[in-house]
């Protein structure tokens, strides 16, 4: 079984930053892809950014792109979100997932392990 655990969110002032992690359990953390996903208040969930397997490849939603940055330590079986530039638009809660391959997709269905969440908050 496969646990995943989010942590790092909070509450932050526009232009801030934030470091999001998922710690993850389980021995193929290394082989899988990780994403981030969020949904905000009233609104479905959306990808964020993931990264595959061996963290060459990475991929990010637009409205993120130069602003967050996904990375993951498979020695620590972590995967991290930096995210800069924080916006109001930016505030929803953050799940972290597990790819169901190693390469990974910006679909929902794809990944099969999710984490239960970590909310983040920027004031305008």
């Known amino acids: 079984q496969v646990q995943l655990v989010e942590s790092g969110g909070g509450l932050v002032q526009a232009g801030g930053s934030l470091r999001l992690s998922c710690s993850a359990s389980?021995?193929?953390?290394?082989?899988?892809?990780m994403g981030w996903f969020r949904q905000a208040p009233g609104k479905e969930r959306e990808f964020v950014a993931l990264?595959?397997?061996?963290?060459?490849?990475?991929a990010y939603t637009d409205s993120v792109k130069g602003r967050f940055t996904i990375s993951r330590d498979n020695a620590k079986n972590t995967v991290s979100l930096q995210m800069n530039s924080l916006k109001h638009e930016d505030t929803a809660v953050y799940y972290c997932?597990?790819?169901?391959?190693?390469?990974?997709?910006?679909?929902?269905?794809?990944?099969?392990?999710w984490g239960k969440g970590t909310q983040v908050t920027v004031s305008s």
């Open positions: 389980g021995r193929t953390f290394s082989s899988a892809a």
């Open positions: 990264i595959n397997w061996s963290g060459w490849q990475t």
């Open positions: 997932a597990r790819g169901r391959t190693g390469w990974g997709t910006k679909a929902e269905a794809d990944f099969d392990y």
